[in-house]
C-alpha cells in the first residue's frame, strides 16, 4: 500500500485496486465459475439443506463439490446464487488462497497470522440487488480500527480490521451489470442510516465500476450492497474475506466456526496456502445434520443465557419490591 492508497482507504474505507489479477488468472477463474453455474443453481433448492447458525439462510449442502449454496432476493426482482466455500469445487480457484498481491494489501489492513474467514462466488441476475447493510457504529468484530502511530512516529501496520473484505472481477462490471456499491466514509458515521435496505433510496450510495481482473478492498463496517443489475448478463464475481487467525467464520454458513476445506482441496495446496485454512473436518462434521445440531446447540446457549438474564432481573426487581413494602409499613 502506497501512501495515496493508505489515504483513500482510511477516509473512504475501500480501495480499488485495477489489475490485481493478471488475464491468466481472470480466464482460469472464469471459464470454472461459468461451468459450474448450472450446477450451483439447479441444485440450490435440493436436499441436503441446512439453516445458517446466525441468520435463516437455508443452503443446499453440494458434499460432492464441498459447497454450500442459497438464493438471495433483496427485493430487487431477479435472484442471486451465493456459494460458500467454493474454492473446494475446482482447482482453478486454488489461486484465490493466499494470492500473493492480495495478501500484499491485506497484511496492511489486518493482523497476521492471517486465515480465510469466508469464501463466496456471487451470480447476480438482471433485476438483483444486494440489500444494504453495515455502516455505522457496529459489532466490534466488524468495527474499523485504525492503528495510530508510536509515539516517536513509527508503525508496523496502521490498520486493524477483523474483517477485510476482497472483491474480484472477473469480467467488466459496469454501473448497469450492478457493481458493489458503498457509501464512502460511513465506517466512521457514529449512527445507524436511515435509509433501509434498498440501494437507491441513500443518497450518499455510489457504484464500484470494475474492470476485468480489479479488485476492491473495503472494511466490513462501510455500508454496502449491489447496484441492480439492469443487464441480461449474470454479474460474477468472487468474494474472500480475511481476518487475524483467531477470529472465527464470517459467513452464515458456518458463523464463529471453521470454514469447510475438503480433503481434494487440502490435498492441492501447497504448505504456505495450507497457513489460510483449517485442516479439512471429519466428513460427518460437515453434513448438514451436523450443522444443524450445531444451529440449535447455539440456540439452546443463547436461550440459556437470556434466562439467566432474565432470571436476574426478576430477582432484582422482587428486592426493589420487598424493599419498597417494608419502606411503606414502617
Ligand atoms: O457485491 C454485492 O452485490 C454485495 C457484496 C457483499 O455484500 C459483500 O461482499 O459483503
Redesign the pocket.
Known sequence: MDDRERYHFDLHGYLHVTGLLTQQEVAQALSAMEALEHRFVSTVHDEPKYDSLNTRTEYHYDAELGTSTYEANHGGGGPQYVVDDFLNSDPAFDLFVGHAKTLEYVRELAESPLRIVSSEL?Y?HRGNI?GT?MGGPIDSRNRYTFVPPNSDGSTNRHFDLLAV?V?YALHDVPVEN?P?CIVPGSHKSNFQSPYGKDPLQEPGMIPLPMAAGDALFFTENLR???YPNVMDRVRK?V?ICYAPAWVGSQSPAHWGGDVFVTPEAWARYSEVQRSFLPPPMPSGARHPEQMAIKRLTAQVEYLREKNSQLASALEQQSRKRTLLQRLLKS
Do not use: E, S, V
Open positions: 456471487r447476480r444486494t447493510h473484505r472483491l450492478g458493489l454496502h450492497g449491489g464475481t468474494h
